[in-house]
């Protein structure tokens, strides 16, 4: 196997091949840059259940509290098993 050597090139020229090949990028849709610069950050909505955690309370309310995006509440034996193992609480808001 013959080791490799690249052709020696000037700062010049490797900036320019940087550009040339940035521009290719966006020509060929690998990256989008957004118009603009202040874009929205999507937040997934919560769930309308609350898990208080290893021993805090709804009444305490010092230790603590996960809220789940919505969908993703664990089923009723998931929660139950983290009320025996754990000590934590869910509570549904309604």
């Known amino acids: 196997m013959t080791d490799f050597q690249p052709t020696p090139q000037t700062?010049?020229?490797v900036d320019e091949g940087l550009r040339n090949?940035?521009?290719q990028a966006?020509?060929?849709g690998v990256f989008k840059i957004p118009d603009d610069p202040y874009s929205k950050i999507n937040m997934p909505r919560h769930s309308?259940?609350?898990c208080y955690m290893f021993g805090n309370r709804p009444d305490v309310n010092t230790g603590?509290?996960?809220i789940p995006a919505e969908g993703?509440?664990?089923n009723r034996f998931v929660r139950w098993m983290m009320r025996i193992c754990f000590?934590?609480?869910w509570?549904?808001?309604k």
Do not use: G
Request: some cysteine; charged content about 30%; aromatic content about 8%.
């Open 11 to 13: 700062p010049e020229q």
């Open 21 to 23: 090949a940035m521009k």
């Open 26 to 28: 966006k020509l060929e």
């Open 48 to 50: 309308n259940w609350k």
């Open 64 to 66: 603590i509290m996960y």
């Open 72 to 74: 993703h509440v664990p």
């Open 87 to 89: 000590d934590c609480l």
């Open 91 to 93: 509570v549904e808001n």
